[in-house]
């Protein structure tokens, strides 16, 4: 037995467009109403459906068995009953109508009958056809006749979903569109659903522009709509499109694509290679950077110490910028960040720190006196008041006299530290005019002399302490008298080996007998002369002994102790 069943109308008003208007259509139905997929339904009180029906009606489904008349106005027997629907199939494809009941069934796809079981019959009854229904509309009836005893009637028609059976591609989803959201970066697609009875849902691709769409999909979705959340931010575009998928696993064609360009949140890139190239006081500080790709400008900041507050100083469209604003002499923490044309600002680059140099120099060293010795000179200066004063540098030489020149040659002496103001500059006195000044260098080592070339010199004569007796010429020593190291009292002596020699004789010069007298005897070819005076000068000669008992003419050399 079957079920008695009741059913209600029903009706769908849909929206399209046509010529661009807004108008309405309604989904083919019934005089009764009836909307697809549901059956308009028709009683009759005969076998032959003739005249006018008895009752028109909407039913979902060919489900029925009734115990007596079906409705009212129909006799219990000999009545007809027909169920009628227009439906869209999509893309259409194998289909299984399957009937079953007692007494006659015949059902029709488009006016053309695919099932007969017309008899009067008191057992069960069933059929199954398979076939291929095209795509598109279509239309089903079923036609029923009860002659005597039970009725009862059951239609169904269901999709083939097995690979083998169906090959058939959904079609392909129409009316995709995109709605960009550059509030949150999210895109919302929409389409309108398929027909096919045997779908199984969607899948959303997404490409790049010019790229091709990748084989995995982005989503599948069971619906008529997807939201991305997952574009990135960069300002590129990106097209999208749907395509549809059945229970077989056919799969349709792609959509049309549609296309949106994303909000542009992303950062450029941190700059790199930060660093000074140039730190003078007339340019300013310059920095420098490695440029960045999509970058447009960059931002400069600017802090008293590494750990901030930074300020923003400026802003340049190339990779360099020009700080003309530092105070020479300061040091300061630098750093920059990269900007795109959607003024996204990178995160900012490593800190560096550096100073603009001050390219003032000290003013001139004054007062300057030069005090002949018996070692040489003693110096002495004013102090220079300049603010950043880093180091003196004395500066030593000859004079060079000729009949329309005097002149002044030096070499840089000593360096010496800001808290003193004199020197005492060792030589031998042999009476020679001698020319000095004292330079001032700043902690950016501007000199005064090399910024201006106008030193205060002084020139003194030396003593003359230079023994009066003569070395004489051929002598086989070479002599060399030097002063290890200032403040240690002693001179040292260094000659070179004679052949034969079997020892060598030091002398040194005594000023108050006017005479070389003997030092020491050895057969080293070095000696060191300890325990002398600061502040004097010693001369001596070196003569190679030889084993007959003579010796070789005298190497000689002096040295002056400072003090």
């Known amino acids: 037995m079957f079920p008695a069943r009741r059913t209600a109308t029903a009706a769908t008003v849909v929206l399209a467009t046509a010529g661009g208007l807004l108008t309405t259509a309604t989904t083919p139905a019934s005089a009764a109403g009836c909307t697809s997929p549901v059956y308009t339904r028709q009683f009759f009180a005969n076998t032959t459906f003739s005249g006018t029906p008895k009752r028109t009606d909407c039913d979902s489904a060919v489900a029925e068995s009734w115990s007596g008349a079906p409705a009212t106005g129909l006799p219990a027997d000999n009545f007809g009953v027909r169920w009628t629907v227009t439906r869209d199939f999509g893309s259409g494809g194998p289909f299984s109508l399957a009937v079953r009941g007692q007494d006659g069934m015949r059902v029709y796809l488009d006016g053309s009958r695919r099932i007969d079981l017309w008899k009067n019959t008191s057992s069960t009854v069933w059929r199954t056809v398979n076939l291929t229904v095209p795509p598109g509309k279509h239309t089903l009836r079923v036609d029923y006749v009860n002659w005597t005893g039970t009725a009862a009637v059951s239609f169904t028609y269901t999709p083939l979903t097995s690979a083998t059976a169906d090959q058939v591609k959904p079609l392909v989803p129409a009316g995709l569109a995109v709605s960009y959201d550059r509030t949150t970066g999210r895109a919302q697609l929409t389409w309108a659903r398929n027909k096919e009875m045997d779908l199984s849902g969607y899948r959303v691709y997404r490409r790049a522009q010019g790229v091709a769409f990748p084989a995995a999909p982005l989503a599948a979705t069971t619906g008529t709509s997807y939201t991305d959340s997952t574009l990135p931010v960069t300002g590129a575009a990106y097209a999208y499109e749907v395509r549809a998928y059945d229970k077989a696993g056919n799969t349709s064609y792609g959509s049309a694509d549609v296309a949106v360009t994303t909000v542009d949140r992303t950062a450029p890139a941190v700059p790199g290679g930060l660093q000074v190239t140039d730190t003078s006081e007339h340019d300013g500080l310059r920095l420098g950077w490695n440029p960045v790709a999509q970058a447009v400008s960059y ?117 010496l530290s800001t808290d003193t103001t004199s020197y005492d500059y060792a030589t031998l006195p042999d009476g020679e005019e001698r020319c000095f000044f004292i330079d001032a260098v700043d902690d950016d080592w501007n000199s005064h002399y090399e910024w201006t070339r106008s030193p205060n010199i002084v020139t003194a004569t030396e003593q003359d302490t230079t023994p009066s007796v003569p070395a004489p010429e051929g002598a086989p020593i070479s002599l060399d008298a030097t002063v290890p190291q200032r403040g240690l009292a002693q001179v040292e002596l260094n000659w070179n080996h004679v052949a034969d020699a079997t020892g060598y004789q030091v002398y040194r010069w005594n000023p108050q007998t006017t005479a070389y007298e003997k030092l020491a005897q050895t057969t080293q070819t070095t000696y060191v002369d300890a325990g002398l005076t600061e502040g004097t000068t010693h001369y001596y000669r070196v003569t190679a002994l030889y084993a007959d008992g003579s010796e070789s003419a005298p190497g000689a050399d002096g040295a002056a102790l400072a003090p």
């Open 299 to 415: 931002r400069v900041y600017r802090a008293p110490g590494a750990d901030g507050p930074f300020s923003l100083i400026g802003s340049t469209g190339e990779p360099s910028f020009r700080d003309g604003t530092g105070t020479p002499g300061v040091t300061y923490a630098y750093r920059v960040s990269a900007v795109d044309a959607a003024g996204n600002a990178s995160a900012p680059s490593v800190v560096i720190m550096d100073r603009r140099w001050d390219d003032t120099p000290p003013s001139a060293v004054t007062g300057l006196t030069v005090t002949p010795t018996g070692y040489g000179f003693h110096l002495a200066w004013d102090a220079n008041p300049t603010p950043d004063l880093a180091r003196y540098a004395v500066y030593a030489g000859r004079v060079i006299s000729d009949e329309d020149l005097k002149a002044c040659e030096v070499y840089a002496a000593e360096w």
